[in-house]
């Protein structure tokens, strides 16, 4: 008699505890309209992957996810989302940002706001600078254009090469961070040319002629994934460049998994620098896609926009946990300064002196599978690589 009391006493304590558990709001910033709406439906897949995979770990807490769009990479938008989310929604963090320039306008509210910030794609490499509550899941553009830089000349023995990039930040941050590496191992950047911004997808064959009149070893592109990235590879194609002897190499947004098909033939044989793709090798991976596809269909792909969205969430479940679900912004800090976590993407952790990424950089050549498909092929691997405009304290970089 006791003991079943004692069993029902335990029952009704679990049962009381599920039904009084913890919410914990987070506001989720993203482009769910417009022309970034795929990689927007990245970022909330990506975060939906993480809360089926991980539902364990959740309780006692409930993670409740208001979104908003902020449909462009104008900023405006993404800073009147972010004030809403705060005022209106009382929101206990904030997550998202596809694009550098709404997370640079977004910065001010979120210093005022006084709210745990994860930036889950946006890559400008000075945006943690902005704001102390800041924390990023993602990348910046200096951890694959440095790394590719290097690679170029002491891998692929280039001697020469041409810089194409959108003209936002994250274009610039590409062509700086490239550039310097690069030219710091013996390379020579003989051309840089802005091609278009990031809302619109330019015509880039006028761009691709005047690379292919300049004859370099290597055409180094950064636009933004998506769209933007399959008429990369299409007008590469169409040019013949391959065939004229250039080749194109960039970060991994031109490869990007949800498009790589689309790309047909010109893609293989691309060179990209960068922390994800699908096909990488490991067990957290491998379980990821196989629930990917389960419930999105079979030709479905997680991309690196998803990762940072999963890793995000990872974060913030980690803050949530440290803080007893309080989420006070200084604690869930100051407990994500130095986290270590086991992703798809292989081991990564937060830089605790810059509130930035420390993860594993892939090189990666694009093949032909014997299922016909397209494939990202590893060649070799960085381990546990830093933000290195920062840690170079390169211009806006520098700490204030």
Not at 202 to 222: A, E, G, I, N
Not at 389 to 397: E, L, R, T, V
């Amino acid at each position: 008699m006791i003991k079943r009391m004692l069993a029902a006493t335990a029952a009704l304590a679990i049962t009381t505890a599920f039904a009084q558990a913890q919410e914990v709001k987070i506001g989720l910033v993203a482009p769910f309209t417009g022309i970034g709406a795929e990689l927007g439906q990245q970022i909330d897949r990506g975060v939906q992957q993480f809360l089926k995979l991980n539902a364990g770990k959740i309780a006692p807490y409930k993670l409740t996810i208001i979104k908003r769009d902020d449909k462009n990479p104008s900023g405006a938008d993404s800073k009147v989302a972010v004030q809403e989310l705060l005022t209106q929604e009382n929101v206990d963090a904030l997550a998202g940002w596809i694009y550098s320039p709404n997370a640079i306008a977004s910065a001010p509210v979120v210093s005022a706001g006084k709210k745990l910030a994860v930036i889950m794609n946006a890559g400008t490499a000075f945006i943690t600078n902005l704001s102390p509550y800041y924390v990023r899941t993602s990348f910046s553009m200096w951890h694959a254009g440095f790394a590719l830089g290097e690679a170029a000349a002491k891998q692929l023995k280039a001697k020469t090469a041409v810089v194409g990039y959108s003209d936002f930040p994250p274009g610039k941050d590409s062509l700086a961070a490239f550039k310097r590496a690069f030219e710091a191992n013996g390379g020579q950047v003989i051309d840089e040319i802005p091609m278009g911004g990031p809302a619109q997808v330019p015509d880039f064959t006028p761009f691709f002629q005047r690379v292919k009149d300049k004859k370099p070893d290597l055409f180094f592109v950064f636009v933004p994934a998506g769209d933007h990235a399959l008429a990369v590879v299409k007008t590469y194609g169409a040019l013949g460049m391959k065939a004229a002897g250039i080749k194109l190499i960039g970060p991994g947004d031109i490869t990007q998994d949800i498009k790589l098909q689309a790309m047909g033939d010109a893609a293989i044989g691309l060179i990209t620098m960068h922390h994800y793709n699908a096909d990488l090798d490991n067990p957290v991976n491998k379980a990821l896609v196989a629930s990917w596809k389960k419930d999105y269909g079979a030709d479905a792909t997680p991309d690196f926009v998803a990762i940072g969205a999963y890793d995000g969430m990872a974060a913030i479940l980690h803050a949530v946990q440290a803080t007893k679900g309080k989420m006070d912004p200084d604690a869930a800090l100051a407990a994500l300064k130095g986290w270590k976590y086991d992703s798809p993407r292989g081991p990564i952790a937060i830089d605790p002196e810059t509130r930035d990424i420390i993860m594993n950089e892939y090189l990666v050549e694009v093949v032909k599978g014997a299922d016909g498909k397209l494939h990202q092929k590893v060649l070799g691997k960085i381990d546990a690589v830093k933000d290195a405009c920062k840690a170079q304290k390169i211009g806006p970089c520098a700490p204030k």
